[in-house]
């Protein structure tokens, strides 16, 4: 398995740039699962690196992308968490001011390296692999499988599906999801 999917790689800065224009899906293979791209118009093939990229999107938005990207499509935002090892959190309502649904876009070093949509209800232009929020978990198995960890997530009722490796996690409360998370698979930030 490349490193960039299994989370061992560079750091942000010395990762790669996605290519907006690549789109991929994530689709079980035996007890794992593999990054479908489809090659398009292309002459060469894409590094390694940024083709791990294809499949960690929201919408318009995908980690590795640069801070200006994600403030061109989503504007300032409109809190800011104190900074962690990972990061400053950026988080966007998409509906009321202080309500769910939101996005929070972890930045370091000028790249976003993590995305997590939280609420109950559907937020269209911010689905990730065809799961979005308020999806059953009959449809969340049926595209990824059983996890490989269940566990709490730190919210009531509320349980943590985790796939790691790869990264990418659901929160699930009442057999709906509630919370999806992305990370830059070049840094393990899951």
């Known amino acids: 398995m490349p490193a960039s999917v299994t989370g061992q790689g560079a750091p942000p800065q010395q990762a790669k740039t996605p290519d907006p224009e690549l789109r991929g899906e994530w689709l079980r293979a035996g007890p794992g699962f593999a990054c ?3 090659a398009g118009k292309r002459i060469a093939a894409p590094e390694p690196e940024v083709l791990s990229y294809a499949c960690q999107r929201m919408g318009a938005l995908g980690v590795g992308i640069s801070e200006a990207s994600l403030k061109a499509v989503l504007g300032e935002p409109h809190h800011r968490m104190p900074p962690e090892r990972n990061g400053t959190a950026y988080v966007y309502f998409l509906g009321k001011p202080n309500q769910y649904p939101y996005l929070a ?5 000028s790249r976003v390296v993590a ?11 911010y689905s990730f692999n065809q799961i979005n929020l308020g999806d059953s978990t009959e449809k969340l198995l049926a595209q990824f499988g059983s996890p490989f960890h269940v566990g709490p997530s730190g919210l009531e009722k509320t349980e943590l599906w985790t796939y790691g490796p790869w990264p990418f996690s659901f929160e699930v409360r009442g057999d709906r999801v509630t919370s999806i998370r992305i990370t830059d698979p ?3 930030t899951q």
């Open 36 to 38: 479908r791209v489809a």
């Open 105 to 109: 876009a972890t930045v370091n070093a």
């Open 115 to 125: 995305l997590q949509i939280s609420g109950e209800a559907p937020a269209a232009a």
């Open 186 to 188: 070049t840094v393990g």
